[in-house]
Structures are given as structure tokens and as C-alpha cells.
């Protein structure tokens, strides 16, 4: 590796990605103070907000149940091994078959309704009262899978109803783990640790749960 000395006449644009980016600013100096004379930094600039405040979606799992399938799927492929196997070579051929489709076929996005709204507590309702009026809670995906653990016969499919929370209420962060850039950062999602976002959880488990009724 060769040094390179890099300036600019005006903005310097950090686009590494979300862990990345505030990464390289804390390792260049910029970022807590505290944090980086933690790793002896020279602090070029002492800003607290570095690698805070990170917004990220939480998936929750879902619902599933057994489900009949008329015709072959990349989920029942699974199941059956010669078809498996003309899957495989029908996609490293030519880009086609059921291996294409990577087995969510349906993808909607919920508002929460008044009568959901009125379950949840004050100040859940509050919380949620910053995001725009049109702004969903929540991404509902439809998906097939080959088996569940519980179920012991090889033969049943299951399909899935799995959820997203996309209004998120909690705020995650990241920090430095060394003055290296090359060492990976410590990464805290922080994911439903806000209780607006848990009773958003429920909500969307209720309704996944009327789905699949």
C-alpha cells in the first residue's frame, strides 16, 4: 500500500457506507474527543454526533402455516432433488427457472389504522405522530418456504408472512474499535429498544396473524 496525499478546494464528500463512512471520519480525527484520545487520535474536530443517531429498519420474523402449492416452486425444489437439480442448471445456463424468483412474491406497506392506534399507549401514538401522515409503520412481505422446524414431514410447504418495522423509533450506533481503519467497528442497532417500537411489533404480529387466518 502507497500513501496519497489527497486535498480539496472546497467539501470533501465520506461515502464508505453507513458504517464506513463515520468509521473513517473518527480514525482522520473527527468525531468524540473522548473516543479518540481513547486510541491517541489527534482531534481535529470534536463532534459528539459522529456515528450516532443511526436510523436503521428491523425485520421480526413472522407467521407461517402450511400451504399447497399446484405448481414447482424454488421453495419446493427443495424438497425434491432431481428437480433441484435441473433448477441449478436451468439458472447457471441461462438465468432462468424458479431459482430466479428468491421466494417473496408479494410486498405491501401498512398504515396503522385508528382502530390499531387506539390499543397502543399514549405515548407510542405520540412517537409515531413525527413521522408524515402518509408514512407506514410497517412492510409486510409474502413469501414460501420449503419447511418449518417443527414439522416433521418432508412433504408439507409453508408459506410466510414476515414483517418490517419502517417508522423505527430507536436509535442505534457505531464506534471505532481501534485508530486502524482496517479493523471492523463496533456496531449497536439498538433494534426495538424504543417501546414504541415493541408495541408496533405486536401490532404487526396481530396483523400478519389476521392474514394468514
Same mark, same amino acid.
Given at each position: 500500500?502507497?500513501?496519497?496525499?489527497?486535498?480539496?478546494?472546497?467539501?470533501?464528500?465520506?461515502?464508505?457506507?453507513?458504517?464506513?463512512?463515520?468509521?473513517?471520519?473518527?480514525?482522520?480525527?473527527?468525531?468524540?474527543?473522548?473516543?479518540?484520545?481513547?486510541?491517541?487520535?489527534?482531534?481535529?474536530?470534536?463532534?459528539?454526533?459522529?456515528?450516532?443517531?443511526?436510523?436503521?429498519?428491523?425485520?421480526?420474523?413472522?407467521?407461517?402455516?402450511?400451504?399447497?402449492?399446484?405448481?414447482?416452486?424454488?421453495?419446493?425444489?427443495?424438497?425434491?432433488?432431481?428437480?433441484?437439480?435441473?433448477?441449478?442448471?436451468?439458472?447457471?445456463?441461462?438465468?432462468?427457472?424458479?431459482?430466479?424468483?428468491?421466494?417473496?412474491?408479494?410486498?405491501?406497506?401498512?398504515?396503522?389504522?385508528?382502530?390499531?392506534?387506539?390499543?397502543?399507549?399514549?405515548?407510542?401514538?405520540?412517537?409515531?405522530?413525527?413521522? %408524515?401522515?402518509?408514512?407506514?409503520? =410497517?412492510? +409486510?412481505?409474502? @413469501?414460501?418456504?420449503?419447511?418449518? *422446524?417443527? /414439522? &416433521? #414431514?418432508?412433504?408439507?410447504?409453508?408459506?410466510?408472512?414476515?414483517?418490517?418495522?419502517?417508522? %423505527?423509533?430507536?436509535?442505534?450506533? =457505531?464506534? +471505532?474499535?481501534? @485508530?486502524?481503519?482496517?479493523?471492523? *467497528?463496533? /456496531? &449497536? #442497532?439498538?433494534?426495538?429498544?424504543?417501546?414504541?417500537?415493541?408495541?408496533?411489533?405486536?401490532?404487526?404480529?396481530?396483523?400478519?396473524?389476521?392474514?394468514?387466518?
Amino acid at each position: 500500500m502507497y500513501p496519497f496525499l489527497l486535498s480539496a478546494r472546497r467539501d470533501v464528500i465520506v461515502s464508505a457506507g453507513v458504517w464506513h463512512s463515520p468509521q473513517l471520519l473518527m480514525v482522520s480525527g473527527v468525531g468524540p474527543r473522548s473516543k479518540l484520545e481513547d486510541f491517541d487520535i489527534p482531534v481535529i474536530s470534536d463532534l459528539p454526533g459522529v456515528g450516532q443517531n443511526m436510523w436503521d429498519t428491523c425485520a421480526i420474523g413472522g407467521v407461517s402455516y402450511e400451504i399447497e402449492m399446484p405448481e414447482f416452486t424454488a421453495a419446493s425444489a427443495i424438497l425434491e432433488e432431481q428437480r433441484m437439480h435441473e433448477a441449478v442448471t436451468s439458472l447457471l445456463a441461462n438465468a432462468t427457472g424458479p431459482l430466479t424468483n428468491e421466494g417473496s412474491n408479494i410486498v405491501g406497506w401498512y398504515k396503522i389504522p385508528e382502530s390499531g392506534l387506539a390499543d397502543m399507549s399514549a405515548t407510542a401514538r405520540t412517537a409515531l405522530q413525527t413521522f %408524515p401522515e402518509d408514512w407506514p409503520e =410497517m412492510e +409486510i412481505n409474502l @413469501a414460501t418456504s420449503a419447511t418449518l *422446524p417443527d /414439522v &416433521n #414431514s418432508t412433504s408439507k410447504l409453508v408459506g410466510t408472512i414476515s414483517g418490517l418495522l419502517i417508522a %423505527p423509533i430507536s436509535r442505534g450506533n =457505531m464506534m +471505532i474499535r481501534s @485508530a486502524s481503519d482496517l479493523d471492523a *467497528p463496533v /456496531v &449497536n #442497532s439498538n433494534w426495538l429498544r424504543d417501546p414504541t417500537d415493541q408495541e408496533v411489533a405486536v401490532t404487526a404480529y396481530k396483523v400478519m396473524r389476521e392474514m394468514s387466518a
